[in-house]
């Protein structure tokens, strides 16, 4: 199974401000990996897909780059809305994607 | 715009079976894959079976093989999760999702709780 380690575990930054959060996968996924936002009682939303592919309605804010093991989700300047936890998720290894353990961004 | 709707969702001993659905409206269901993913409280998401848009080919995480069967109704724009011999494990929010490899659309989950 591919093990994918997200960090920091909480980010912490102010309204504004850049923020960068990482992904990492125990071998290759190519850039068979997407990225979602969960907000605290609602379901996950799909950001990024195909590591830097914009999902329909996102904002151009966020941004994802990398392939083969490392992996950067960035977020140019934090709105409001945007404090919430992500995860990475790879489907290299379709059907068995696995998600990364979560990166909560909260406010500074 | 895609809409899923989970339901099903209950308390439910070890060892017992619970049923769970999602409608899905807003889009072509059959030529879609399908998927649930699970979320134990508190904890990250684990992708947990999938389904192609014709039925025909099923998938599923080794913690659920054998105990959890997907379907699917095309007639009915439904989806759907049985599953059988829950452990405490199995405790999460179910989500139905639309698609195969990563997941574009989610509904609002349904609580499965396996506990004595």
């Known amino acids: 199974e591919i093990v994918m380690t997200q960090s920091p575990a909480t980010l912490s930054v102010s309204p504004g401000e850049r923020a960068t959060l990482s992904c990492r996968a125990s071998q290759s996924v190519s850039s068979n990996l997407a990225w979602y936002q969960q907000k605290p009682g609602q379901a996950p939303r799909l950001l990024i897909f195909?590591?830097?592919t914009r999902a329909t309605g996102i904002p151009g804010r966020f941004s994802g780059s990398g392939s083969g093991t490392e992996f950067t989700l960035t977020i140019s300047s934090l709105q409001s809305e945007d404090f919430a936890i992500y995860y990475c998720q790879q489907y290299n290894d379709w059907p068995s994607g696995t998600f990364g353990q979560g990166t909560k961004v909260e406010i500074k | 715009e895609p809409q899923l709707v989970e339901s099903g969702g209950a308390l439910v001993q070890p060892g017992g079976s619970l049923r769970l659905s999602c409608a899905a409206s807003?889009?072509?269901?059959?030529?879609?894959?399908m998927s649930w993913v699970r979320q134990a409280p508190g904890k990250g998401l684990e992708w947990v079976s999938t389904i192609s848009g014709s039925g025909g080919t099923t998938y599923y995480a080794d913690s659920v093989k054998v105990r959890f069967t997907i379907s699917r109704d095309n007639s009915n724009n439904s989806l759907y999760l049985q599953m059988n011999r829950l452990r405490a494990e199995d405790t999460a929010v179910y989500y139905c999702?639309?698609?195969?490899?990563?997941?574009?659309?989610w509904g609002q989950g349904t609580l499965v709780t396996v506990s004595s």
């Open positions: 195909g590591a830097s």
């Open positions: 999702a639309k698609g195969l490899q990563y997941f574009d659309n």
């Open positions: 807003g889009f072509i269901f059959s030529s879609y894959g």
